[in-house]
């Protein structure tokens, strides 16, 4: 517990004094233009130029550096840069000065399609992708549907070249609004809706998906460096 | 020249009965600015303007501005017209009461738009001596342009996942039925698993179990145990191994042979084979 | 000679409180935040921008109070144009930034006369102009004050001929340093002795400025092709 010393002081309360506060330490009428000529300026000024700018017998060095001090904990910073200064929006605040536009995008067939194909199908090769669509996939399908966040790699198969396995992940879920992978329409309820007509072959079967996360037996467990390998990319920036 | 020095020019003539010599309008805009920078020259209050005097000086210069021949547009014709007319009603007594405004009223009106005009140009002057931005107050010089991150959003409904499913399914099914390439486990590969089997052990073994551990693709399950089960009987038959079968669909077991139980084992086999 | 009151005041002395002096009271976050998006913006910015930019529970208005009082006295204020926020020089700073801008294009007297009308007197019409000023308008006068993005046609009187009217926009309350047009210079004064009734009949309500997109009870909208003509051409920036 700090000591608390209790001190008889006595005050002198001069009312006319206490009406108007008086301004506490008057800021220099420098900064002030300063400040102006910087906000204005329509690029970086070097010390020669305001000087030029400022009444006689301003110290700009000084004033400069009081400025910058002022401005140190604010949103916007007083920096130099190279011999000239300028305002800048503090270092901390990019982020406010970003704006993050969405725009809809609709998937191409053939990611639709491969998409379609990992959900019924996972876990799931590129090569039996390829299989079952009767076409070698564009190169950059898979790349797309990775970014959407719908699919994952989960696994590699247990076979030679150890191709990695795809899956679908909780976000597919959320956008198809489906509960899970497993409420996907079969066979008859495709047919029912219309969208599997004709004759199909005997045999001609459509599986019951599930995204079980644990591994099946013929999967091995992802290498340590596949999720860096450009497989699931951060949302691309573009400019 | 200028209103205002016209006022100058018009005010050293006055008190003089000739009007001034020096006419000009083109400083003016219209007959209204005339009209006021003439009311000007009375040196009172708009409110307390004599429409009567006014007219007269206006009259005054328009025909003054007539024998220099000066060229004067029809809006200050017209309103000389207009204050001739004004200026012989104030004169008249009224004679028809209620037939239109009274010389009065038009009068009135007449100050009301001096007064309105003049007032408006003064708030002119007053608004554009505000501080004007980019003349007097500047803003932001170097504004830092908000950097756009623009974010896919992919849009795909559950009917494009599914029609793209069947679409393509039915289409690939239809048009490449086509016979898959078995993979079979060749009897040689069997032969040689079955031996090195019967080669740990003396003891019974289970076929099936000890398979298992080579089939990696349930696809294959059958060929293997075909093939193990062909090369088990040719092994039974050269009097390497022998198996054992307790009924129909029973596991199957084998081991190195050991004399007496034989020719039991190899009926079971015959038997289920 | 003012009254000066003895008092006596008992002090608690906290040592330990006293010792480091505590910083003054922390500046709030909000207010970098603000302060660094107003100054990085090159237009002004109305409060829901600012508030969709900053941290949900933030009393933008509240922070944007604050802010202007900081800055009140610095040479770069904060001020309200319009509906929207910006920073700005101080209006005693003219002398000291006026010499970096070109030129600005000087209107005609009657440029000006007829904005003031416009400001004073909005929704007005063309003929209604010509009637305060007494003369026939210059064809090329709206056109300037057109280009200049201070005006702009905003509806159609109900009278005959439908004659087009005209009213201020937020370009002109941003280049005036106003509020809104209930702040112009001078128009209580033009109000109190009558003279923006117009020449209508006394006991008439007195008309009040008003650049309120809303059309008044006697405008109806613009035609689809009004804005097409040229009229309102996009507002033009000066370099």
């Not at chain 1, 010393?5 to 233009?33: F, G, H, T």
């Not at chain 2, 060229?71 to 000389?80: C, F, I, K, T």
């Not at chain 2, 003064?122 to 004007?132: G, I, K, S």
Request: without cysteine.
């Amino acid at each position: 517990m700090p000591s608390v010393a209790k001190k008889l002081v006595i005050v002198q309360n001069n009312d006319a004094a206490a009406e108007p506060s008086a301004p506490v330490a008057a800021r220099p009428e420098e900064l002030r233009l300063l400040e102006a000529l910087l906000f204005a300026a329509g690029q970086p000024l070097d010390e020669a130029t305001l000087a030029r700018r400022l009444p006689d017998g301003v110290n700009v060095k000084e004033a400069l550096a009081a400025l910058k001090a002022e401005y140190a904990t604010r949103g916007v910073n007083l920096v130099k840069v190279g011999k000239k200064w300028m305002f800048r929006t503090a270092d901390d605040l990019a982020w406010l000065l970003t704006k993050e536009t969405v725009e809809t995008r609709k998937l191409s067939r053939a990611a639709i399609e491969t998409l379609a194909i990992i959900a019924y199908h996972q876990p799931v090769t590129r090569a039996e992708i390829e299989e079952i669509r009767g076409v070698v996939a564009a190169a950059g399908t898979l790349d797309v549907l990775l970014r959407t966040g719908w699919i994952r790699p989960r696994g590699r198969r247990k076979a030679p070249g150890r191709p990695i396995t795809y899956g679908t992940t909780e976000e597919f879920l959320t956008h198809f609004g489906l509960e899970e992978v497993g409420d996907l329409p079969g066979l008859e309820e495709l047919k029912g809706a219309g969208l599997l007509e004709g004759n199909l072959p005997a045999g001609f079967a459509v599986p019951v998906p599930s995204d079980d996360s644990a591994l099946r037996d013929d999967e091995d467990p992802l290498d340590p460096g596949d999720l860096d390998l450009g497989l699931a990319p951060p949302p691309s920036r573009e400019s | 020249m200028t209103p205002e020095e016209f006022d100058t020019a018009l005010e050293t003539d006055r008190g003089t009965t000739e009007p001034a010599m020096i006419v000009d309008v083109e400083g003016f805009e219209g007959p209204l600015d005339l009209l006021l920078a003439l009311a000007r020259t009375q040196k009172v209050d708009l409110a307390k303007i004599s429409i009567l005097a006014l007219a007269d000086q206006y009259l005054n210069f328009i025909e003054a501005a007539r024998q220099l021949r000066l060229e004067l547009a029809a809006d200050y014709l017209v309103m000389a017209a207009w204050l001739a007319y004004l200026k012989s009603r104030l004169l008249l007594p009224e004679s028809a009461p209620g037939e239109g405004p009274s010389a009065e009223e038009m009068a009135l009106a007449l100050a009301h738009r001096l007064r309105r005009l003049e007032a408006l140009r003064e708030v002119a002057t007053r608004l554009m001596d505000r501080p004007q931005l980019a003349r007097d107050v500047f803003a932001r010089g170097a504004p830092e342009p908000i950097a756009e991150i623009r974010q896919s959003e992919w849009t795909a409904t559950l009917y494009d996942l599914l029609s793209a499913y069947a679409t393509q399914r039915a289409k690939s099914a239809l048009s490449r039925v086509r016979f898959k390439k078995r993979t079979v486990w060749s009897l040689a590969e069997a032969r040689a698993a079955l031996e090195r089997l019967i080669g740990t052990s003396s003891d019974w073994s289970r076929i099936d179990a000890f398979l298992i551990s080579f089939v990696v693709e349930p696809a294959l399950a059958a060929t293997v145990m075909a093939s193990s089960f062909a090369s088990a009987l040719e092994l039974v038959r050269e009097g390497v191994a022998e198996i054992h079968q307790k009924e129909s669909f029973a596991p199957i077991y084998m081991r190195k042979r050991v004399g007496m139980n034989a020719s039991a084992a190899t009926h079971d086999a015959q038997e289920n084979g």
